[in-house]
């Protein structure tokens, strides 16, 4: 079988491209073609093998004025997306069509080429932008629901995309279009959300298209965990953005007998610096930045334990599945889908989000109690091992590839 992924980003921005790389190394593995169309790379920071085919769409290089206004024109039609999909499914001839994250840099308009080539297709969805304009379906640190079966506007009398009336009044345009309009749920034959609380969540604000939960996964077999850790470290690791609830972990870790490291890098990144450096002294928090899937392994296996403090509704949180793969539990805000995988005193402890007493309280019993946290790190092997090994994972993908293929073609009959 030969499957066509399509995603914004060809670097690792996030957790969505760790797990696109992730599927796609697994389906070669297995003697499956692969080949990707997206945009935003260069040779340092490449995130797939050179066996596979890349497709980049090129950026413009013109000025910032006329950069501004083509950015904001392609959230709703990417003339060079739609004409290197077209050229990639000539020369390709894929079975299936996996959609990623497309939104803004390639545009949804994608979606219409792929079905004017009669390919049925798939999508993974990483975030909520399918059902709130601004991807996070969050409002003032509060899960939000205000845009709940197509009513958009909200977004734009909140200014929910980055406090701005003219950003929230163009993803409100973009919204109404595709999905109300367009309905772009009709076009797809099955959508993939990460957990059974982004399933809830899609059927709860009025999404109507076919839905299959198709968690993340790991190779278990790179992952060697230790459950026997004595030391006062812990981490985070991720995106280093507001909504992650950063601002909580640093004033909850600053009076903590703990080592702390942040692993990562975003826009936050330089004010958390800032604030630490103004209000610790010594080094025992430090940040690191981005580094190597196998020296992160080795940083999370000789934590006492890693720490999710996110202030959104999370989908899946793959910071949880590596962490509990290494046989170390997780301390994470009781938000979204982290209390599907973080279960109290059986694989981790969760807190209040945004709630800094909380998360230090939780903090210090694992700190105070190292044979509990040890405990809880095999519990949440465990867990992994039960669902999320990718022989288990790549078998419900693939049994959902068959059955789109199939349907798709007796539907035309």
Not at 111 to 135: G, H, Q, T
Not at 205 to 227: R, T
Request: proline share 3%; glycine share 6%; hydrophobic share 40%.
């Amino acid at each position: 079988m030969k499957i066509l992924f399509i995603n914004n980003y060809m670097y690792l921005r996030g957790g969505a491209e760790v797990s696109l790389m992730q599927t796609a190394d697994l389906l070669i593995k297995n003697g499956h073609e692969v080949c990707f169309v997206g945009t935003d790379f260069n040779e340092d920071t490449l995130i797939y093998n050179p066996k596979h085919t890349i497709s980049n769409i090129e950026q413009s290089n013109r000025s910032n004025l006329i950069k501004k206004i083509q950015e904001g024109s392609r959230i709703f039609y990417c003339a060079s997306a739609v004409k290197t999909i077209r050229h990639v499914i000539s020369k390709e001839k894929p079975d299936i069509v996996h959609l990623n994250n497309i939104h803004n840099k390639l545009s949804p308009a994608v979606v219409w080429e792929i079905k004017r080539a009669k390919i049925p297709m798939v999508w993974s969805l990483r975030d909520f932008k399918l059902v709130c304009p601004s991807y996070s379906l969050s409002l003032k640190g509060q899960t939000c629901n205000a845009c709940r079966k197509g009513n958009y506007i909200n977004a734009v009398i909140n200014r929910c995309q980055k406090k701005s009336f003219v950003m929230s009044a163009l993803v409100f345009f973009q919204s109404h279009l595709f999905n109300t309009c367009l309905k772009i749920d009709s076009q797809i034959s099955c959508f993939l959300p990460t957990s059974k609380f982004m399933y809830d969540m899609f059927v709860h604000m009025g999404f109507e298209g076919k839905m299959k939960i198709l968690p993340n996964f790991l190779d278990l077999d790179k992952c060697i965990p230790n459950y026997n850790v004595n030391s006062n470290k812990a981490l985070y690791f991720g995106r280093l953005s507001h909504e992650k609830g950063l601002y909580t972990l640093v004033d909850a870790i600053l009076d903590l007998d703990i080592d702390f490291e942040f692993i990562g890098d975003g826009p936050e990144k330089n004010k958390l610096i800032s604030i630490v450096k103004c209000k610790t002294k010594g080094n025992r928090i430090t940040f690191l930045g981005h580094i190597s899937q196998k020296k992160l392994r080795e940083k999370i296996k000789n934590s006492l334990f890693v720490v999710l403090p996110s202030e959104c509704s999370e989908t899946f949180g793959r910071t949880i599945i590596e962490s509990f793969a290494m046989g170390r539990p997780v301390v994470g805000s009781r938000i979204g889908g982290i209390p599907e995988l973080v279960i109290d005193n059986e694989t981790g402890l969760t807190f209040i989000p945004g709630d800094t007493n909380d998360l230090k309280k939780k903090m210090l019993k694992l700190i105070n109690d190292k044979e509990l946290a040890n405990k809880l790190g095999q519990n949440a092997r465990k867990l992994i091992e039960k669902k999320f090994q990718a022989t288990i994972v790549y078998q419900r993908l693939i049994g959902i590839y068959k059955n789109v293929i199939e349907n798709y073609y007796t539907s035309k009959k």
